[in-house]
């Protein structure tokens, strides 16, 4: 089912997510505690990536210091192959690192 440019998808258990859009500030995914992720995000200009806690984006957010459990700084494209998800409320986040970024693809899928 597409809608608004953002697909989703379920398949036994998996979340699958797949769009490509423009970025202005920050997008963010929950993921699954104690699960793995595969996927990749990609852009035309620099991303930050982070898995972190929500506690911790807000934190981001704020421009306050804040901890992860991953992350990419400053990069065109991630790719995620068996990335372990801590038990716990995470969520992925994709920072928009460049003014005049035109476009970002993301695919996750979230296992259990």
């Known amino acids: 089912m597409l809608i608004g440019g953002i697909y989703y998808g379920l398949n036994y258990g998996s979340i699958n997510y797949a769009w490509k859009t423009n970025l202005n500030n920050y997008r963010e995914w929950r993921l699954i505690g104690n699960s793995t ?3 990749y995000v990609k852009a035309d200009g620099e991303i930050s990536v982070y898995i972190l ?12 210091n ?5 992350g990419w700084e400053h990069v065109k494209n991630v790719y995620f192959k068996d990335v372990r998800i801590p038990k ?18 993301v695919k996750i899928i979230n296992r259990k």
């Open 37 to 39: 992720l595969n996927g």
């Open 53 to 64: 806690t929500k506690d911790n984006l807000k934190k981001l957010k704020n421009g306050e």
């Open 66 to 70: 804040f901890e992860y459990f991953k």
């Open 88 to 105: 716990g409320d995470y969520v992925l986040v994709v920072k928009n690192e460049e003014k005049d970024m035109q476009w970002i693809s």
